[in-house]
């Protein structure tokens, strides 16, 4: 059967052996001598283990007494790190932010705007996931992750809404493809060429399939690479299409013998959002990360 003990029971312990007395112990914790007695011998039943030699002169530990005390011992110094910290986050100088963003935002945006908030907090971590919109939205609302940044017409009830950054999905051809002379294009239309796509892992790829999917299509993938870059380098070479932000798109546009396509569906405007539970709730730390990449969007509430 599994020994059922507390922290108080574990304080009781640490006392008694550092004070080597029963009584003092349970003085030391604020206790009565029975009291003190009582849950020292359900400890020791619980665990099946003598951990106390009981003698006139006062208590030694037993050596399973001596493993506890070990063990005891470590869990008393984590329980005062733990004070530590968290006083800490409660004056907003150390921290942990959690953050669920789309592709575009983790790609083209948070890059450039995420290590000013870093250089300013040296105390604050950030943990950054990529995840498709209708996840993001959904781990927010369960407390999993503070802040969230969507884009698209994902339903967003009951959570507080900032504007962060404004782009669009472009189809992305070499200048020799036989895409290359148009200035407009449906989704569908392009899903009979080759691709160039995103890993499976990321959200872009995610949606994209949906999108494909709600069509009764397939994208008809060549490759996969890992980043923006990599994919108009693999559609200069005319390895096939790709649909990209048109921010990374124009970046890539100036080296790279690449052409744009306008996409005529409508998802492929990207407002993208921050979505929050509650930007009060969050600590001091937190707010001021919301607060810099709401600045520092441009986009106007």
């Given at each position: 059967m599994a020994a059922h003990f507390d922290l108080p029971d574990i304080k009781l312990f640490v006392n008694i052996a550092e004070a080597?007395?029963?009584?003092?112990?349970?003085?030391?914790?604020?206790?009565?001598l029975p009291a003190a007695s009582i849950r020292i011998k359900n400890l020791?039943?619980?665990?099946?283990?003598?951990l106390l030699y009981r003698t006139s002169q006062g208590v030694t530990l037993t050596p399973p007494g001596q493993a506890f005390m070990h063990h005891a011992r470590l869990v008393m110094q984590q329980l005062t790190d733990l004070r530590g910290d968290l006083a800490e986050y409660v004056n907003g100088?150390?921290?942990?932010?959690?953050?669920?963003?789309?592709?575009?935002?983790?790609?083209e945006f948070l890059p450039a705007l995420l290590p000013k908030f870093l250089a300013s907090h040296p105390d604050v971590n950030v943990d950054l996931k990529?995840?498709?919109?209708?996840?993001?939205v959904r781990a927010v609302t369960e407390g999993k992750v503070d802040v969230g940044i969507v884009a698209g017409n994902v339903r967003?009830?009951?959570?507080?809404?900032?504007?962060?950054?404004?782009?669009?999905?472009?189809?992305?051809?070499?200048?020799?493809?036989?895409?290359?002379?148009?200035?407009?294009?449906?989704?569908?239309?392009?899903?009979?060429?080759?691709?160039?796509?995103?890993?499976?892992?990321?959200?872009?790829?995610?949606?994209?399939?949906?999108?494909?999917n709600d069509l009764n299509r397939q994208i008809k993938i060549r490759i996969q690479v890992g980043n923006f870059e990599a994919a108009c380098r693999m559609i200069e070479a005319n390895v096939g299409i790709g649909v990209v932000p048109h921010s990374a798109a124009s970046r890539h546009a100036g080296s790279?013998?690449?052409?744009?396509?306008?996409?005529?569906?409508?998802?492929a405007i990207r407002k993208l959002q921050i979505c929050l539970r509650s930007m009060q709730s969050l600590p001091l730390f937190a707010r001021?990360?919301?607060?810099?990449?709401?600045?520092?969007?441009?986009?106007s509430a």
């Open positions: 080597n007395s029963l009584t003092r112990g349970a003085e030391r914790s604020h206790m009565s020791e039943e619980g665990l099946g283990v003598k100088s150390r921290g942990h932010v959690r953050i669920f963003a789309n592709t575009t935002a983790i790609t990529e995840r498709l919109s209708n996840d993001i967003t009830e009951g959570l507080e809404i900032l504007p962060f950054q404004e782009d669009r999905l472009v189809l992305v051809t070499s200048k020799s493809h036989a895409l290359a002379s148009r200035e407009r294009i449906e989704f569908s239309e392009a899903l009979s060429y080759d691709f160039v796509g995103m890993l499976e892992a990321s959200a872009i790829h995610a949606f994209l399939a949906q999108a494909a790279m013998g690449i052409h744009m396509v306008e996409l005529s569906d409508e998802w001021e990360l919301v607060e810099l990449l709401v600045a520092e969007s441009g986009v």
